[in-house]
């Protein structure tokens, strides 16, 4: 079962808020990795966790905070967003990080910041 | 960096018509993957083609590593397969940090 869930699907949020998107597989994989899109763009990386260590942030700003709690789940905790915030998140998972595997993509969540 | 070019940018074709979609990248590359994004934005795993040729029912590809492109066929198109298509690419480096491509938008007219 190559599936990656994302919730929620929709999320609008005032710029003073704090809210989680999560991220769950269960294909054993042991990376995960998020990307931001914004409208009519490719997705652009923004952190990589392997085996459970962040291995990779893409001088994102702090207001975007990751955290994966165990191997199968990932969330993206968001305080203090910006208007050019807004665009869809994407979770993905490949099995072990390396630069030769498969990465699977979630639905994405989509993100409006008011 | 890498550059990932795609052409071309914008494709209109009618239902049943064939196409060809290019990736064009400036580096030499570990793990070259083709998606399509729905419309409401899943990206959808096509292939996973560093080298060699592909198929999967009316889609196939070709990646020519040594002169860095790849090319996405569809055949006998149908209207689900509107969308944009993406290339990714990984070069260098241990970590599967995915470079897209800048797109192919894609719309398949009844």
């Known amino acids: 079962d190559t599936e990656v869930t994302q919730t929620p699907k929709h999320l609008v949020m005032g710029m003073t808020n704090k809210k989680s998107l999560k991220c769950e597989q269960h294909m054993g994989h042991r990376a995960m990795y998020w990307y931001k899109q914004k409208a009519k763009k490719p997705p652009e990386l923004m952190f990589v966790y392997s085996y459970e260590k962040l291995s990779i942030n893409e001088s994102v700003p702090s207001r975007f905070s990751p955290e994966c709690p165990n191997s199968s789940l990932l969330n993206l905790h968001l305080h203090a967003l910006q208007p050019e915030d807004s665009a869809l998140y994407l979770c993905a998972s490949s099995s072990a990080g390396t630069g030769f595997d498969t990465q699977y993509f979630g639905p994405g969540t989509r993100l409006t910041v008011l | ?110």
């Open chain 2, 1 to 110: 960096g890498i550059q990932v070019e795609q052409s071309p940018p914008d494709l209109i074709l009618q239902e049943g018509a064939n196409s060809t979609l290019r990736c064009n990248f400036s580096d030499s590359v570990n793990n070259l993957q083709w998606f399509h994004q729905n419309p409401w934005g899943q990206l959808i795993n096509l292939f996973y083609i560093p080298s060699g040729t592909k198929q999967n029912g009316r889609l196939s590809a070709t990646t020519v590593a040594t002169e860095r492109y790849s090319l996405l066929y569809i055949s006998s198109s149908q209207t689900t397969d509107s969308g944009v298509y993406f290339c990714a690419v990984n070069y260098g480096g241990a970590t599967n940090k995915l470079i897209f491509g800048t797109g192919t938008l894609l719309a398949v007219q009844p």
